[in-house]
């Protein structure tokens, strides 16, 4: 395979795609490696496919992607032991246009996404690990090793999509390793019920779904939510907490899981549903403060691999596509215009990022967290007292409500303190404006 | 705080729902020094944060690594921070767990 292309796309999964497929496009010479044996056969999402990023990729996408349900419903629940306090948006009007998200089975989309980068031209290879970079004697990154025989490939720029565990982009020394604070663990399954049950129960049509967040006692005090989603004929249930969480709680993540679908809320939309598969993963969720130098001499990272996942409202897909369409953007341009893939040049890539709503989002969180780190009780004292108070409030046994009111600010008075809440309130509110 | 624990589960179980293509005699995770795991390691996180259980405390207060069912999530490498002793590479490309799903 000694040939040389202009670009090479390291991994299959949204980022890489989103880069090959343009790079491809825009009438480059791209070859793409995946190590999985079908692209999307090693990635792991809850998953909800935002469908802005990838209509600016392939507008007419809805014709023939593997789409689940779009969501029509959001539900929000904070759970304690025995009870859950929730609130819902529903909207008919998502009805109306062209649905903004739907569910999604990754190893299906992943697929479909990889057939178009095929058909705009890319070659993909699959069931090939690239094990490290290929650079001239100044240090440019001038192709790829790979775990085939005779396996050395050149490029003029290699794109690094190789997506949280960036092993290649580690041994080249382009960053340190993830530290456990930065990283969540999430695990899931996947579990198959009749469409039909799955609309009853969700209060449903055949044609929409409905995405339950989760958090509270259900994380059993660690950092992180849980998530149900129903697709066609199964369910996705996911509980993600951080991994110094996981450390310190010493619950395995298997448990966590088991424990959840056992809770009250949640056993009755499962009943009857088969597991068909268990899986986990990592997510890059130190936000801003925690994305490294995202291009170098021939070189460009984008998606998980950079840390670009905006862990406060669950993206990661939506911006794994943009950085990696804006990445092959910035590389399309400089071969028009003969100019070499150095640092410099490369570092368009970066200023487009930044103008756009990844780095702006990732920016406008960078102290959340911050302050989760430093405040793990918003995960268990606040859930806790919400439902007591509703719980309490809505007990009806000839008390007066004033004297209930009453009653449950002094609860969480007691819990917190007045100054730890308003200190708990302020810092949340510092973190999300 | 594990109030609702009532449910022991065996991963095993959850692990047979999975596809898998096991590289016979490759493994692709190693420890690097097992006197580390058991002299240096105080509370082998590994043991209870690994999705699947690949890591057991064995008699001699170390640990004993099984790779069979790995999800390939990279949490072994990353707890074991503090000591390094995770040697942590993918499996052979096309090799490992295969997702149905994902
Ligand atoms: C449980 C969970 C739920 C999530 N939910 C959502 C959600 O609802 N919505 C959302 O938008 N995002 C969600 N995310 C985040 C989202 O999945 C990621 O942000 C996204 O997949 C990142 O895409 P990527 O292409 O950068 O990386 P990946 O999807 O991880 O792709 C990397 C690819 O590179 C390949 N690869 C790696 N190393 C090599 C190598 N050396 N050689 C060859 N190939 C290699 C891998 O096999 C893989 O195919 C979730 C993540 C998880 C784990
Ligand atoms: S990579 Fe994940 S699943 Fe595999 S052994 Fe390490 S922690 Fe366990």
Same mark, same amino acid.
């Given at each position: 395979?000694?040939?040389?292309?202009?670009?090479?796309?390291?991994?299959?999964?949204?980022?890489?795609?989103?880069?090959?497929?343009?790079?491809?496009?825009?009438?480059?010479?791209?070859?793409?490696?995946?190590?999985?044996?079908?692209?999307?056969?090693?990635?792991?999402?809850?998953?909800?496919?935002?469908?802005?990023?990838?209509?600016?990729?392939?507008?007419?996408?809805?014709?023939?992607?593997?789409?689940?349900?779009?969501?029509?419903?959001?539900?929000?629940?904070?759970?304690?032991?025995?009870?859950?306090?929730?609130?819902?948006?529903?909207?008919?009007?998502?009805?109306?246009?062209?649905?903004?998200?739907?569910?999604?089975?990754?190893?299906?989309?992943?697929?479909?996404?990889?057939?178009?980068?095929?058909?705009?031209?890319?070659?993909?290879?699959?069931?090939?690990?690239?094990?490290?970079?290929?650079?001239?004697?100044?240090?440019?990154?001038?192709?790829?090793?790979?775990?085939?025989?005779?396996?050395?490939?050149?490029?003029?720029?290699?794109?690094?999509?190789?997506?949280?565990?960036?092993?290649?982009?580690?041994?080249?020394?382009?960053?340190?390793?993830?530290?456990?604070?930065?990283?969540?663990?999430?695990?899931?399954?996947?579990?198959?019920?009749?469409?039909?049950?799955?609309?009853?129960?969700?209060?449903?049509?055949?044609?929409?779904?409905?995405?339950?967040?989760?958090?509270?006692?259900?994380?059993?005090?660690?950092?992180?939510?849980?998530?149900?989603?129903?697709?066609?004929?199964?369910?996705?249930?996911?509980?993600?907490?951080?991994?110094?969480?996981?450390?310190?709680?010493?619950?395995?993540?298997?448990?966590?899981?088991?424990?959840?679908?056992?809770?009250?809320?949640?056993?009755?939309?499962?009943?009857?549903?088969?597991?068909?598969?268990?899986?986990?993963?990592?997510?890059?969720?130190?936000?801003?403060?925690?994305?490294?130098?995202?291009?170098?001499?021939?070189?460009?990272?984008?998606?998980?691999?950079?840390?670009?996942?905006?862990?406060?409202?669950?993206?990661?897909?939506?911006?794994?596509?943009?950085?990696?369409?804006?990445?092959?953007?910035?590389?399309?341009?400089?071969?028009?215009?003969?100019?070499v893939m150095s640092a410099r040049n490369l570092g368009e890539y970066k200023r487009r990022l930044d103008a756009s709503f990844v780095m702006s989002d990732l920016k406008k969180y960078k102290h959340v967290p911050d302050v989760l780190h430093a405040s793990p009780h918003l995960f268990t004292t606040y859930p806790e007292l919400m439902s007591r108070a509703a719980k309490h409030m809505l007990h009806v046994d000839g008390a007066d409500k004033k004297s209930k009111q009453?009653?449950?600010?002094?609860?969480?008075?007691?819990?917190?303190?007045?100054?730890?809440?308003?200190?708990?309130?302020?810092?949340?509110?510092?973190?999300?404006? | 705080?594990?109030?609702?624990?009532?449910?022991?589960?065996?991963?095993?179980?959850?692990?047979?729902?999975?596809?898998?293509?096991?590289?016979? /005699?490759?493994?692709?995770? +190693? @420890?690097?020094?097992?006197?580390? !795991?058991?002299?240096?390691?105080?509370?082998? =996180?590994?043991?209870?944060?690994?999705?699947?259980?690949?890591?057991?405390?064995?008699?001699? /207060?170390?640990?004993?690594? +099984? @790779?069979?069912?790995?999800?390939? !999530?990279?949490?072994?490498?990353?707890?074991? =921070?503090?000591?390094?002793?995770?040697?942590?590479?993918?499996?052979?490309?096309?090799?490992?767990?295969?997702?149905?799903?994902?």
């Open positions: 395979m000694s040939e040389h292309f202009d670009a090479i796309v390291v991994g299959a999964g949204p980022a890489g795609n989103a880069a090959a497929y343009t790079l491809a496009k825009g009438g480059l010479n791209v070859l793409q490696i995946e190590r999985g044996e079908t692209p999307g056969s090693k990635n792991v999402q809850g998953a909800i496919l935002y469908s802005d990023a990838l209509e600016r990729i392939i507008p007419d996408f809805r014709e023939d992607a593997p789409l689940e349900r779009p969501v029509l419903e959001q539900r929000l629940w904070v759970l304690d032991e025995a009870s859950y306090i929730g609130s819902t948006f529903r909207s008919e009007e998502f009805k109306s246009g062209p649905p903004n998200r739907y569910t999604i089975i990754r190893a299906e989309f992943d697929r479909w996404f990889s057939e178009k980068v095929r058909e705009a031209g890319a070659l993909v290879i699959c069931e090939t690990t690239v094990t490290g970079l290929l650079r001239d004697d100044a240090g440019k990154v001038i192709g790829v090793q790979t775990d085939r025989m005779g396996g050395d490939v050149y490029a003029d720029v290699v794109v690094l999509a190789d997506g949280v565990n960036s092993l290649v982009a580690k041994r080249a020394g382009f960053h340190g390793e993830l530290q456990p604070k930065d990283v969540a663990l999430a695990v899931k399954e996947v579990l198959f019920l009749a469409p039909d049950v799955i609309e009853q129960r969700f209060n449903i049509g055949e044609d929409e779904g409905v995405v339950i967040e989760m958090m509270g006692k259900i994380t059993q005090g660690m950092i992180g939510t849980g998530f149900l989603y129903t697709n066609r004929e199964s369910l996705t249930i996911g509980v993600g907490c951080m991994l110094s969480s996981f450390r310190e709680g010493g619950i395995p993540p298997y448990q966590l899981l088991e424990d959840m679908k056992n809770h009250p809320a949640i056993r009755p939309l499962l009943r009857g549903a088969e597991g068909k598969e268990y899986a986990a993963h990592l997510i890059p969720e130190g936000g801003y403060k925690a994305v490294p130098q995202l291009y170098g001499e021939g070189w460009v990272m984008v998606g998980d691999a950079g840390g670009l996942v905006n862990a406060v409202h669950r993206e990661g897909s939506n911006l794994a596509m943009t950085s990696g369409r804006l990445a092959a953007e910035t590389i399309i341009d400089l071969k028009e215009h003969r100019r009453r009653q449950i600010s002094q609860e969480f008075r007691e819990e917190r303190g007045m100054l730890g809440m308003l200190t708990d309130a302020y810092k949340m509110w510092r973190a999300l404006r | 705080m594990s109030t609702n624990t009532a449910t022991p589960v065996k991963i095993e179980e959850k692990l047979f729902q999975n596809r898998y293509r096991v590289d016979e /005699g490759h493994p692709h995770i +190693s @420890v690097r020094d097992s006197s580390v !795991c058991r002299d240096a390691c105080q509370d082998k =996180a590994c043991t209870f944060c690994c999705p699947a259980g690949c890591y057991a405390p064995d008699a001699s /207060g170390g640990v004993t690594l +099984s @790779v069979d069912g790995c999800l390939e !999530c990279g949490t072994c490498r990353i707890i074991c =921070a503090e000591h390094q002793n995770v040697e942590w590479w993918y499996p052979r490309g096309g090799y490992g767990i295969l997702f149905k799903f994902g």
